[in-house]
Structure formats: structure tokens, C-alpha cells
């Protein structure tokens, strides 16, 4: 169905992430049918009819922002349970989401999403969380974002809750899983391989697992992580470092894309660098789990050898919200802080990070991630009439370093209007607040997983 065209007129800014990184002043952007049909001065595109005219004067305009790494369903109504202390919540994590029912999990996923898009994200990759794919489904045709998703697999038993099938059965539901789900809305959602990490699986479901999205052209994502003991632990087992074990099994390419990616050597970045292999990094994640960003973080590096990053915010109970935009200011400040260095990962490779590169790093370059004649309408209008964005001579840096998804004033889409003057229309906000507050209690109360509310009284 052809949808309405849109022209996004006279913007103070357009940051195109086109090839040559231009930012074009006084710009406007044609929308036809999904597509971004012509970027230009204003006076240039004046004349193109549309059905719908945006007054952008008083907007910056990015393309909208990839998610690389988001742990959607069962944590939005338990989300800031677990004390600052707790070195790693996911014994309690797998637990919550599978006691998750298919309506709860409906409603956590929908509030993800608002969230998200209100915040300028526009796709986001599920790392295998979502249990009930058949109702979720709704809440991404109704808001109309771009969602990445698969089932978890392992065929190892692992120190939680996670879902555990034979090998044979574990690639057998992958295959089944991508031949049903990918391509559907019109291409916004796309299906991947998710074994969980290489610690949960075995070589031989990784490698029958990496057949399976060779041979349908689609990309299998991992948690992965190395280190001082991750190495010991893999040269006695296997005789090699955790990422030279992956390239040894053949998991190692454009079409993979490996999450966290904390604690790699040089020799694990040259794995990367030399197999085109894709990365997605959490830094936030990262820094509020005191996971030593200055001593386990190689983002500098990789980006040196030409690795195609995205970033990601990692679950709701991790990060612990959705803005994209907190996300890169925190990969712009964190390398200079731990390598006392402030020439390292400058705004513009951040904002890069969030978009092109991002999309490129979830085999969605042709796609999205720019503002180009082409590629399908994915854009994010800021609103600088607002004191955060004062005072203006460089959006890049006002926007990674002043601003955050507060000034997310309109949304598109596929050339779809999904957030409009700061409202989204495809979710009922107020009763979600509440269902979601209630699933919380729910989910608490049947599993025992609680911890004392606050270190103040609350009385
Ligand atoms: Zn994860």
C-alpha cells in the first residue's frame, strides 16, 4: 500500500551519515512511498508536491538510530529491582522472563517500543528474549518499528534458566524459526540464529547454526566476551583465545555479530578486523556493571581495523533505559576518560556508531542508517527550541554531548509517522503504565525474586 509522501521542509539541520558525512543547512527531504526520494537546500525541493508537509525550521535531522544489542519482555516491569551491588543478576533475570505470561509479555514489549521510538530508535536487535513471537507480533505491526529477533538456543546446560534443546532440535527450530518470521512487515522485521554464547553451546550447533543463516542470507548474533581467565580457560579446552575458537569453528563473518566483545586481545582483534565480523558494545551496560571499560574496552582499536560497531543499550534492568542518544554520549566520554586521551571516539563516530555503521554492522546498510536518496525513510526530528540545544554552531556535538531523547520531537518510519509532536497514537500509555506497574508486582510475587525496595526508608 502506498503510504502518504511527506516533505520535511527547511530544516535548520539535516545530518545526512551520507557518504561524504554531509550536513546540509537549511535542507529539505522528500518521503515517497517508504523511501527518501531527494535530500537538498530547501529552495531546491520547494516545489516537490506532498501530501503532508513538516515545518522542520526549528529541527535537526538524523536518520533514526539502530539498537544493537536490547534485551526486550521481562524487564520493563521489574526494571530497578536489582541492588547497585549485585554483580550480575542473571540467575534471577532468566528466571523472571520465564515466568512471563504471552499477555505480560505483550505489554512489556509494547512499553519497550514506546519507549524506543519516542527516543529516536527505530529498529532494535532482540537477542532471543521474546518467548511469544506470535503476540509480540502486533506490537511491532502497530508501531511500526524495525525489530531483529530469534529464538535463544543452547544445547549445554548453563548456570540459569535458559532454554535447552538437543542440538539437532536447537538448529532444526532455528531454521524453522527465520523460514517463518523473516521478511514479514514489509521487511521491517528480520529473522537471525541467537545461540546464546559460545560457553552455552557447542561447537557443532554453533557451526550447523551458521550454515543456516549462510544459507538463508541472514546474520546469527552471540554474546561473547574474552579476557585474562576466558583465554586460560580456552587454550585448556580448546587450545586457542574464545574469538580464534569461533573463526576455528567458521563463526566468524559480515553475517555475524558478535555483542559485549569485552577483554579481547590484539590477536582477537585481528580475528575480527581480518573476517569482517560485526560487534555491537554496551557501554553503558559495561560501566554501570563495572565491567573495567579501561581495561577490558578495545572500542578504539577495532574501529582503527575498519570493524563495523553498533551500539546497544543491553536490557532495561542493565542500561537501565532506551535512549540511544545517552548511549552515545556515554561511548564519547568513557574512551577519553579511561585512556586519558580526549582524540578518542570523537561525536560524529558516535552519532556513526548509532546509524550508518550500526545498520551496517546488522547487514542493514543498504537499508537504513543515512539520510540518502534510496534508503527506506527511517528519520529523527530534534526540536532545538529547547534549553539544552542553546546554543547552536554544531548539532553533532550539541546532540551527542548536550542533548538526549527529550528533544525526540517526531519519528518516521518507512516514511511513517510513528511519533508525532512527541506523541506516539498506536499504544495507550496511561493503561500500560499501570499494567505493566501490576505485571511487576505479579512477576515478583510468583517467582520470590525480591529485593528491599531502598536503602532509605520509605515511609
Ligand atoms: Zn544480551
Excluded at 529552495?43 to 529541527?59: K, N
Excluded at 532440535?169 to 521491517?188: M, N, P, S, Y
Excluded at 552471540?222 to 583465554?231: C, E, M, T
Excluded at 566520554?333 to 571516539?345: G, P, S
Aim: net charge negative; proline share 5%.
Amino acid at each position: 500500500m502506498a503510504r502518504e509522501s511527506l516533505r520535511i521542509d527547511n530544516a535548520r539541520y539535516v545530518i545526512t551519515l551520507d557518504q561524504e558525512r554531509r550536513i546540509v543547512r537549511d535542507a529539505s527531504i522528500l518521503v515517497e512511498d517508504g523511501r527518501i526520494s531527494r535530500v537538498g537546500k530547501a529552495g531546491e525541493l520547494a516545489s516537490s508536491p506532498a501530501d503532508r508537509v513538516i515545518d522542520a525550521r526549528r529541527f535537526v535531522v538524523t536518520p533514526g538510530f539502530v539498537n544493537g544489542h536490547m534485551h526486550i519482555s521481562y524487564a520493563h516491569p521489574v526494571r530497578g529491582i536489582f541492588p547497585d551491588e549485585m554483580a550480575s543478576p542473571l540467575e534471577h533475570v532468566f528466571n523472571l522472563q520465564a515466568a512471563m505470561t504471552e499477555e505480560e509479555e505483550y505489554a512489556a514489549t509494547l512499553l519497550g517500543i514506546v519507549e524506543l521510538l519516542k527516543n529516536g530508535t527505530v529498529c532494535f536487535v532482540d537477542p532471543g528474549s521474546t518467548k511469544f513471537p506470535d503476540a509480540c507480533l502486533q506490537a511491532y505491526e502497530d508501531s511500526g518499528v524495525r525489530v531483529v529477533m530469534g529464538e535463544c538456543v543452547t544445547d549445554r546446560q548453563a548456570p540459569w534458566n535458559l532454554p535447552k534443546h538437543e542440538t539437532g532440535e536447537a538448529v532444526r527450530r532455528t531454521a524453522a524459526f527465520i523460514d517463518k518470521w523473516h521478511g514479514r512487515l514489509d521487511g521491517r522485521l528480520t529473522a537471525w540464529a541467537m545461540p546464546f554464547s559460545p560457553e552455552t553451546c557447542s561447537g557443532e550447533l554453533l557451526r550447523e547454526l551458521k550454515k543456516v543463516v549462510d544459507e538463508r542470507r541472514t546474520t546469527l548474533t552471540l554474546h561473547h566476551n574474552s579476557g585474562v581467565h576466558a583465554r586460560k580457560d580456552y587454550q585448556a579446552r580448546h587450545g586457542c583465545r574464545p574469538t580464534e575458537y569461533l573463526e576455528s569453528l567458521g563463526v566468524v563473518g559480515p553475517n555475524v555479530l558478535l555483542a559485549h566483545v569485552l577483554g579481547i586481545d590484539e590477536a582477537e582483534i585481528d580475528v575480527i578486523a581480518r573476517t569482517r565480523t560485526a560487534v555491537t558494545m554496551c557501554p553503558i551496560t559495561a560501566a554501570k556493571g563495572g565491567r573495567g571499560v579501561p581495561e577490558h574496552g578495545r572500542m578504539p582499536e577495532l574501529l582503527a581495523k575498519g570493524v563495523k560497531i553498533a551500539l546497544g543499550s543491553d536490557s532495561p534492568n542493565n542500561c537501565n533505559h532506551l535512549d540511544l542518544v545517552r548511549v552515545m554520549n556515554m561511548a564519547a566520554i568513557q574512551y577519553k576518560d579511561a585512556r586519558q586521551d580526549t582524540r578518542q571516539i570523537p561525536a560524529e563516530t558516535a552519532l556513526e556508531m548509532a546509524t550508518r555503521s550500526g545498520a551496517e554492522a546488522l547487514g542493514l546498510g543498504e537499508q537504513i542508517g543515512s539520510i540518502e536518496p534510496g534508503k527506506r525513510a527511517d528519520l529523527v526530528l530534534f526540536d532545538t527550541d529547547r534549553p539544552e540545544w542553546q546554543a547552536l554552531w554544531n548539532p553533532v556535538r550539541n546532540l551527542v554531548y548536550n542533548a538526549d531523547g527529550r528533544s525526540v520531537h517526531t519519528v518516521i518510519v518507512d516514511g511513517r509517522v510513528v511519533v508525532d509532536a512527541y506523541r506516539q497514537s498506536f499504544a495507550d500509555e496511561s493503561r500500560l503504565y499501570a499494567r505493566v506497574q501490576e505485571i511487576g508486582e505479579g512477576l515478583q510475587a510468583r517467582t520470590g525474586i525480591r529485593f528491599p525496595g531502598s536503602r532509605w526508608p520509605v515511609v
